[in-house]
Structures are given as C-alpha cells and as structure tokens.
C-alpha cells in the first residue's frame, strides 16, 4: 500500500514500470481539463504527480475524486 500524504516530497512507493518500490518525487499541480460535460468546459483539477526518481515515469492521480 502507498502512503497517502500529499504536497509531501520523496515518498516511497511501489512503480510499475520499475516493478519495485522507488523514492518519488512528489508534487501537486493543477491541471486543466477538458470535460466533455456540458456546463464546465474548462476546470482545473488538483493532481497529485508522482515521478519516479529510477525510471522518470510519472503518475498523476486526480486528488478529488469524492
Ligand atoms: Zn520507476
């Protein structure tokens, strides 16, 4: 299981791409995105961005989803 702790930079956690449990560097952004719901065309969504310090691949993960 991954340590749920956001804004908190170089967590430990299981990559895919590496299949083992790297440090990441941890980020939050705000991204815009393009829903193809009719009221809201344009709204920016907080993410969380992990990025794998081995292999660079990034995980991106929408903080609000309740
Ligand atoms: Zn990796």
């Known amino acids: 299981m991954a340590s749920k702790t956001p804004g908190f930079e170089g967590v430990t956690e299981y990559c895919e791409r590496c299949g083992q449990t790297t440090t990441h560097q941890v980020a939050v952004e705000l991204r815009t995105e393009n829903t193809n719901t009719e009221n809201a065309a344009f709204s920016r969504e907080p993410y969380?961005?992990?990025t794998c310090c081995e292999c660079d691949?990034?995980?991106a993960q929408r903080m609000n989803n309740a």
């Open 48 to 50: 969380r961005v992990a």
């Open 57 to 59: 691949a990034e995980h």
